[in-house]
């Protein structure tokens, strides 16, 4: 199975702050990989696919980056509706499996 | 509206059965890979089971967790998805979500999700 490893855990930043989740794959997946937004109590929320494109509907300041085994989600100006845990996940093989999560908070 | 619906969640005992049911509006639902995916409250996403489309036979894959226990299977006539499973645990305790299968060059991801319907196995 490929492991997908998430950093940080947490993240704690400011409005307008840059942010940064990096995703690891324990072996290499090409960009089959996606990002997704679950905020408390809904369902999670598809923000990037292929690794870099961007889902229709989702703000331009979410970019993802990265190919290989290295992924990186950047939100360029963090905004208060951007509270929420963040998950990777690969599809390259089955099973298909997701990174631990990152908990993004406003200071 | 696109939309995924979840139903048939509740409590069971271990070792019982549930079947969970998932109604597919607004997209032509026999021409895509359809999964459950589970999360304990307050935890990670766990994928549980995979159905391919009519195309690819209507295939299956499964989580080695669930393997021999859980079923996934569809009815394309009634646009809906099912996930029958047998022998719970209570580590099978979770939200289970319906997803849709996106195509991205022959290799499928998730793009969709409903809302969830909550399994708890408790005696």
């Known amino acids: 199975d490929i492991q997908m490893t998430q950093s940080p855990t947490t993240l704690s930043a400011s409005v307008g702050d840059r942010v940064a989740i990096t995703c690891r794959a324990s072996q290499t997946i090409s960009s089959r990989l996606a990002w997704y937004q679950q905020k408390p109590g809904k369902a999670p929320k598809l923000l990037i696919y292929?690794?870099?494109s961007l889902e229709s509907g989702v703000p331009s300041r979410f970019t993802g980056s990265g190919s290989g085994t290295e992924f990186i989600l950047t939100i360029s100006s963090l905004q208060p509706d951007d509270l929420a845990t963040y998950y990777c996940q690969h599809y390259n093989s089955y099973p298909l499996t997701f990174g631990g999560g990152t908990n993004v908070e406003i200071k | 509206e696109v939309q995924l619906v979840e139903s048939g969640g509740g409590l069971v005992q271990p070792g019982g059965s549930l079947t969970l049911s998932c109604a597919v509006y607004g997209f032509t639902f026999n021409d895509y890979y359809m999964d459950w995916v589970r999360q304990v409250p307050g935890k990670g996403l766990e994928w549980v089971a995979r159905?391919?489309?009519?195309?690819?036979?209507?295939?299956?894959e499964y989580a080695a967790t669930v393997m021999g226990r859980f079923t996934i299977s569809r009815d394309d006539s009634k646009n809906s998805l099912y996930l029958q499973m047998n022998s719970l645990k209570s580590e099978d305790s979770a939200m289970y979500y319906c997803a849709r299968g996106r195509n991205d060059n022959g290799f499928w991801g998730i793009d969709l999700w409903g809302q969830g319907t909550l399994v708890t196995v408790s005696p």
């Open positions: 292929r690794a870099s």
């Open positions: 159905s391919r489309s009519k195309a690819k036979g209507y295939s299956t």
